[in-house]
């Protein structure tokens, strides 16, 4: 699905985004009734160039005949410049997280015994998944990082897993760790980091001058913003998979004051990219898995 998503918003994004930066600058005039007409953009910015040009040219050297400026030639500068935007936006998509990390102030080496911690986290995980029918495969993080102070989340940001200081103290660390495996251990980080590399939002407003940027991730955002949802929950079920669903309930319960998900959004649940908490237990609460 995520692999889809990100196909058809490029397919948007490429093709329909080209296809109206072309046209926006080089359709001639709108009209409609009799005398009523629109002069489009490419137009108007033609006839105002070469004008000036050619005031120029009379004047400072009228034996030379002046350049005459095409719409054509106008369309491709800018359908050039939008496609400079998306390169642009790929190497802000590619640092984005080395960014976030950095501002963060994430430490990348983990003391001696926060290591400890982790791994018998982890070790913990890998115990309960022995008693399971239906076990997924179970694979570690190669990077994982901590931030320092009382807060207690867990995620990932680029292919690093940040871990908050405070949750790396806490009982609930085996089973928030088994729901972020089940991102690392799917295509999750892979997609996540495409989509990043997608113009953010706030480039949309140069659609005004005919450079769509962000139309395809804009046209699909209710249905990527349910494709994260699902992917949440089914994170869920992996770590319910792994004989952690109920130590993840009472996390959930516990925790839902510390975590992202549990405040209402403008806009309702569907454009936010994270169900709200009370569904995730709901979810886990009704989970039917195989156990031994």
């Not at 990219?273 to 609460?285: A, G, K, N, Q, V």
């Amino acid at each position: 699905m995520g692999m889809a998503l990100l196909l058809l918003s490029w397919l948007i994004e490429g093709g329909a985004g080209v296809w109206f930066c072309y046209h926006f600058w080089t359709f001639g005039c709108w009209r409609w009734g009799a005398d009523a007409s629109i002069a489009g953009p490419g137009y108007v910015l033609v006839w105002v160039w070469n004008a000036l040009v050619s005031s120029l040219y009379h004047t400072y050297a009228p034996h030379r005949h002046p350049p005459v400026l095409t719409q054509e030639q106008v369309a491709l500068f800018f359908v050039a410049l939008y496609i400079a935007f998306h390169l642009l936006a790929f190497v802000r998509g590619m640092i984005l997280p080395l960014r976030e990390r950095h501002k963060r102030g994430v430490r990348r080496q983990p003391s001696a015994r926060e290591k400890e911690r982790f791994e018998r986290a982890y070790a913990a995980v890998a115990r309960t998944r022995g008693t399971m029918a239906d076990a997924p495969p179970l694979k570690g993080p190669r990077r994982w990082q901590v931030l320092d102070g009382g807060g207690l989340q867990a995620r990932w940001i680029g292919w690093a897993l940040v871990v908050d200081q405070g949750i790396l103290e806490s009982k609930h660390l085996p089973a928030l760790l088994a729901h972020e495996l089940g991102h690392y251990n799917s295509l999750d980080l892979l997609v996540r980091t495409l989509y990043l590399v997608f113009p953010p939002l706030e480039w949309s407003v140069l659609t005004l001058i005919g450079m769509p940027n962000g139309c395809g991730k804009i046209a699909l955002y209710p249905l990527w913003m349910k494709y994260w949802r699902d992917r949440v929950f089914a994170c869920d079920e992996y770590a319910a998979r792994l004989g952690q669903r109920y130590q993840l309930v009472r996390a959930l319960d516990e925790l839902k004051w510390a975590r992202d998900g549990g405040a209402a959004t403008g806009g309702g649940r569907w454009l936010r990219d994270t169900p709200y908490i009370e569904s995730r237990i709901d979810r886990l609460m009704l989970y039917r898995g195989l156990q031994q």
